[in-house]
């Protein structure tokens, strides 16, 4: 792994408080009542459909914090899930909870 100046249990920790926190704020706009005009209820009932889809990214964003964890406390952390290799130090920055190096991720898109 040798990531230099990267704490990956610090990271992980950063990134689960961001998913946390968006997913608390759609929540709390999810919870809102709805006007009773029935244009304007329509456009919030679009706005819902959009803030469920990011809710959900946000839910997927801590299950993938979460399998990195798991990999943290296993040691295999920084390892490609699928080939076993080293993923990149440049990927891991960028994105914390990655789980395949950049060439096995290409090959799943």
Known sequence: M???DFDP???LDALAAE???RAEAIRRDL???HSPDFAEQAQQRQNDD?????LAEAEAGMRQ???ARLR???GTYGECARCGEPIESRRLRALPAAEHCLRCADLQH
């Open 2 to 4: 040798g990531v230099p």
């Open 72 to 74: 943290l406390a296993d």
């Open 65 to 67: 914090v979460g399998l």
């Open 31 to 33: 919870g809102q009542i």
């Open 9 to 11: 249990r610090a990271a």
């Open 50 to 54: 959009v803030l469920r889809a990011l």
């Open 19 to 21: 998913y946390s926190q």
